[in-house]
């Protein structure tokens, strides 16, 4: 017998979904494509991860614009190449080594949500997300 989820855990589930949705679009070219962070293979958006230069599912990252950018499943699924996604982000926003440090220490910041709050990331992302698509021309 399934049991049923909490309303905080889908508000949970929806929260994440809409923000890969962004995250996914928001990397992705006019056309729809994204490069993998990791490993640079190019694929349609909708094909690709949001993956985590951190390997960690804890809140305070979850949700970090800054932590997540579209990755290949391939690379998300193998415990998101991280030495290859750091050499990325260098190269695609041009880090020193000192920021590795700054973003590894935002894990150990804890960080609780409401169902409220579930709700919030998933307004504040589908906002986002109708501007990007407009801005980019993608449906």
């Not at 679009?25 to 490993?39: A, E, H, N, P, V």
Request: with cysteine; aromatic share 12%.
């Amino acid at each position: 017998m399934r049991r049923k989820k909490s309303p905080k855990i889908k508000a949970k589930e929806d929260a994440w979904r809409t923000f890969s949705k962004y995250i996914r679009l928001r990397d992705s070219d006019t056309t729809g494509y994204c490069i993998c962070i990791s490993c640079a293979q190019v694929k349609p958006w909708k094909e690709m991860d949001a993956g985590h230069l951190i390997g960690s599912r804890c809140n305070n990252i979850l949700f970090d614009e800054e932590l997540t950018n579209a990755q290949c499943k391939f690379c998300n699924n193998a415990q998101g190449q991280q030495v290859m996604y750091w050499k990325g982000l260098k190269a695609r926003y041009g880090y020193h080594d000192d920021k590795f440090l700054e973003f590894h220490a935002r894990k150990r910041i804890t960080k609780k949500y409401t169902e409220a709050d579930y709700k919030a990331i998933t307004e504040k992302y589908l906002d986002k997300i109708t501007g990007l698509c407009m801005q980019k021309g993608i449906v």
